[in-house]
């Protein structure tokens, strides 16, 4: 009798769902209808103000292209492919009227100019419009403590949506890493939209971190001692990499700026068809002057590291790694030595990111031996690389690094982290010869730093040398000639 009653109740339950499913299909099928022509309504309004914004001084339509870099003001290397990109398409379309989407309301538009001729040497022949947002504090990864690829990625779409309103733009650019801004921009803004990746916002590497519970500045301690949390996070992580697929498969070009990152995105946005490796362009002429003889102007040797203060940066490793080598120099007899990290702070995490290094470096008890130079001019930065014996980099899976380049340019011996860009792309043999080193470890770091300081001069003069001679590739020159090649698509 209970089995026969639990049937009936099954088939009512299964009947009424039934009688549900059409009234229910009709409502989904009218709300999508709805938000269909909703979005339509919102596509022609954009593009009536586009049409009506677009006209020039006598009546002739100018093409407006548009540069997605909220932290355009932040002085890093991503900061230099935007201004080297603006610099290369003034020069092949001079009528054009170029904008670029800034948070940095704090700042005017010629201190944004004059910090990058500062700071790159570089100053653009054409006006450039700066359309300045307010809500960029919706990208800080500050506000986000927990989901904060998500968080970043939904408040980025804002943004955009913010920076939409204000200018609607034939060509869009998104060169900050911004993704989610693309489906925004083409399919609601009617643009051609383009994409310079500089970092995927989730890579298969950050999946096995998680997946193999390791410790890292994104898979928090307390996640990797407890196996639910972690496949709670790993669902999440393939979740989120599933959609930022999509919105990357968005974009009509598609520009990386190494082999790793390549990988990674074909992997991810899956648009090989559209997609090219343009490498970062690096002031390789300017560091190229200076002379290539032995370090004499100051006692003993300085190491110089080059990189904005961010987590992934592991600055920290290198203050640890230069403890154990002044540790070393006690047996060794090396020669003084001193620690100089320069880079730029975007924001006031930056700087207690930087006064965070310096009690580690009191802690450690090296303080008198390291220096810190925060958003230094141009000038100071290349005297610095003049002095310096090593290069210093630490990043693991570092996108490219462009501050490796310059090292390698200005004529220090580099000591890179053994991934990334600087392992396949730029610390490479030249010709079967040595270009630099790569290291892990506190313990790698520190025996490397001690095995170049022992060389003879002539030794680290001809792996100088070598290093010299392989960095021509990452010109300012064949970064416009690449650039310019592969966005050629938006202006057809």
Not at 42 to 71: D, E, T
Not at 414 to 434: C, F, R, T
Request: charged share 20%; aromatic share 12%.
């Amino acid at each position: 009798m209970a089995a026969a009653e639990k049937e009936w109740w099954l088939c009512e339950l299964l009947r009424f769902f039934y009688l549900l499913f059409f009234p229910g299909l009709i409502v989904c099928g009218t709300l999508c209808l709805c938000l269909v022509f909703i979005l339509w309504g919102i596509r022609k309004l954009l593009q009536r103000k586009k049409n009506s914004a677009s006209s020039g001084k006598k009546g002739k339509n100018q093409i407006v292209i548009a540069f997605f870099h909220p932290y355009c003001n932040a002085g890093g290397g991503g900061e230099r492919v935007l201004w080297c990109a603006l610099r290369a398409l003034q020069k092949k379309y001079p009528a054009a009227v170029y904008v670029v989407y800034t948070g940095d309301v704090n700042v005017s538009s010629q201190q944004i100019l004059e910090g990058a001729f500062r700071r790159f040497n570089i100053r653009l022949i054409h006006p450039v419009k700066f359309v300045f947002l307010r809500k960029r504090y919706l990208v800080e990864d500050s506000l986000y403590p927990h989901f904060t690829l998500l968080g970043q990625s939904l408040g980025s779409i804002f943004l955009g949506w913010e920076a939409l309103m204000q200018c609607v733009p034939d060509v869009y650019i998104d060169s900050m890493g911004y993704a989610f801004t693309l489906p925004l921009f083409k399919y609601l803004g009617g643009c051609r939209v383009g994409s310079y990746v500089h970092y995927p916002t989730i890579s298969t590497d950050m999946l096995s971190v998680v997946k193999n519970q390791n410790v890292g500045f994104n898979n928090a301690a307390f996640i990797t001692r407890n196996p639910f949390l972690s496949k709670v996070k790993l669902i999440y992580y393939y979740l989120f990499a599933f959609i930022y697929g999509l919105v990357g498969s968005c974009s009509d070009v598609v520009m990386v700026n190494s082999s790793w990152t390549l990988n990674h995105i074909l992997s991810l946005w899956k648009v090989g068809h559209c997609t090219n490796i343009v490498y970062p362009p690096c002031d390789v002429q300017t560091f190229l002057d200076i002379p290539l003889q032995e370090k004499k102007m100051t006692p003993g040797h300085l190491l110089v590291s080059v990189g904005q203060f961010r987590p992934e940066k592991n600055h920290p490793l290198q203050i640890r790694a230069f403890a154990k080598l002044l540790n070393m120099k006690k047996t060794e007899s090396l020669p003084s030595l001193k620690l100089v990290l320069i880079g730029g702070c975007r924001n006031q995490d930056d700087e207690f990111r930087v006064n965070q290094l310096r009690r580690l470096s009191e802690e450690l008890g090296v303080q008198e031996n390291v220096e810190f130079k925060i958003n230094i001019p141009f000038d100071e930065l290349k005297n610095y690389l003049a002095e310096g014996t090593i290069g210093l980099h630490t990043m693991w899976n570092e996108h490219f690094g462009i501050g490796v380049v310059e090292c390698m340019a200005a004529g220090t011996v580099v000591l890179a982290h053994n991934s990334g860009g600087p392992k396949l792309d730029i610390v490479i043999p030249h010709q079967g010869e040595v270009t630099g080193f790569l290291a892990e470890s506190e313990e790698g770091y520190a025996e490397t730093m001690a095995h170049i300081l022992s060389m003879s001069e002539e030794k680290r003069l001809q792996i100088r040398n070598n290093a010299r001679a392989s960095v021509s590739r990452f010109s300012d020159q064949e970064f416009e000639l690449t650039f310019l090649s592969s966005v050629e698509k938006l202006f057809k």
